[in-house]
C-alpha cells in the first residue's frame, strides 16, 4: 500500500507516513436457532490495528510531538483518518522516538487500535503508574518516560508543584 496522509485527532502527518501497515481480522456473527443450530449470518472484515513510521519536520515539528503524547495520555479514542480506509474510532496506544530528535526533525514509530466501543480504550491502553523517588520532579519523571511536563501534569491534578514531588506519590505516566 502506498503510504497515505493520516489525520487523528486534530494533527496531520502532513508529508507522510514513512511505512504504514494495516492488520484486520475477520468477525463472524451468528445466531444460535432453537435446537442448538448455528446459522451464519455476516462475515466481514474488521481494522484491528494501523502501525507504522512517520516523519514530523518543519518548525512546529515538536508541537505536534508533544500533542501526540497528549493524544496518547488521555486514554479516549479519536477519529483516525486514512484516506484509502476512511475514518475510524482508534487509540494512540503506541509513540516511540526511532532516533535522536534534530532541529526541526523527529522520526516516529505509532500503532493505532481500532476499537468500537469507547469503553473498550481503557482495556486497550490501562493506566501506567510511577512511584516517585526523593527528589524527583515531574520534569524529571516527563524525562525518564518521554512525554512532557504538561502531559503529567493534566494526567496528575492532585500534584500541586512541579518541581517538587513527595517521595513514593504516585504518578500516573498515562
Not at 523527529?106 to 468500537?116: A, D, G, H, L, N
Amino acid at each position: 500500500m502506498a503510504a497515505a496522509l493520516i489525520r487523528f485527532g486534530g494533527i496531520s502527518f502532513s508529508h507522510n507516513p514513512k511505512s504504514l501497515k494495516i492488520v484486520g481480522k475477520k468477525n463472524v456473527s451468528s445466531v444460535t436457532l432453537s435446537g442448538g443450530e448455528q446459522k451464519l449470518l455476516d462475515v466481514f472484515d474488521d481494522i484491528s490495528t494501523i502501525s507504522g513510521t512517520a516523519e514530523l519536520y518543519g518548525s512546529g515539528c515538536f508541537s505536534d510531538y508533544e500533542k501526540l503524547l497528549r493524544l496518547r495520555s488521555r486514554n479516549k479514542s479519536e477519529i483516525l483518518s486514512v484516506p484509502e480506509l476512511g475514518a475510524v474510532r482508534a487509540v494512540l496506544s503506541g509513540l516511540s522516538l526511532n532516533c535522536e530528535p534534530r532541529k526541526d526533525y523527529i522520526s516516529v514509530s505509532f500503532e493505532f487500535r481500532c476499537i468500537s466501543d469507547e469503553k473498550k480504550a481503557e482495556k486497550i491502553m490501562p493506566y501506567k503508574v510511577y512511584k516517585t523517588k526523593e527528589e524527583e520532579s515531574l520534569w524529571d519523571i516527563a524525562y525518564k518516560f518521554g512525554t512532557t511536563v504538561d502531559a503529567l501534569a493534566a494526567l496528575n491534578p492532585g500534584i500541586r508543584r512541579i518541581d517538587e514531588v513527595e517521595e513514593g506519590k504516585e504518578v500516573r505516566l498515562y
